[in-house]
């Protein structure tokens, strides 16, 4: 099993930035896919940036230049730098954690992130 902690949500006007964090533990060792996915009321749960296979990163188009996928292997933590914030940004981020061997996911929390315009 994985174990995934989020934190750094909050209320930030239009503009401005955020740094979520995502502590990982358990069995990590496995962990072939790790990011970031958000929810908007009223849609779909969506990717916004991942650590994929082979440690390169995707970001989804909409955030692109924007945010930051980072992560610190001594702290089992993924981070996402989130700049240039806008409305349309507000949503619940969820840290999700893919293992492949097994097929599972495992999901964190969850973390409000509200922009005010």
């Known amino acids: 099993q994985v174990l995934l902690v989020e934190s750094g949500g909050g209320l930030v006007q239009a503009g401005g930035s955020l740094r979520l964090s995502c502590a990982a533990s358990?069995?990590?060792?496995?962990?072939?896919?790790m990011g970031w996915y958000r929810q908007a009321p009223g849609k779909q749960r969506e990717l916004v940036a991942a650590?994929?296979?082979?440690?390169?990163?995707n970001y989804a188009d909409t955030v692109k230049g924007r945010f930051t996928i980072s992560r610190d292997g001594a702290k089992n933590t993924v981070y996402l730098q989130m700049n240039s914030l806008k409305p349309e940004d507000t949503a619940v981020y969820y840290c999700?954690?893919?293992?492949?061997?097994?097929?599972?996911?495992?999901w964190g929390q969850g973390t409000q992130v509200t922009v005010s315009s």
């Open positions: 650590f994929t296979s082979g440690g390169r990163t």
């Open positions: 999700n954690a893919f293992r492949a061997q097994w097929g599972d996911n495992f």
């Open positions: 358990g069995s990590i060792l496995r962990i072939d896919v």
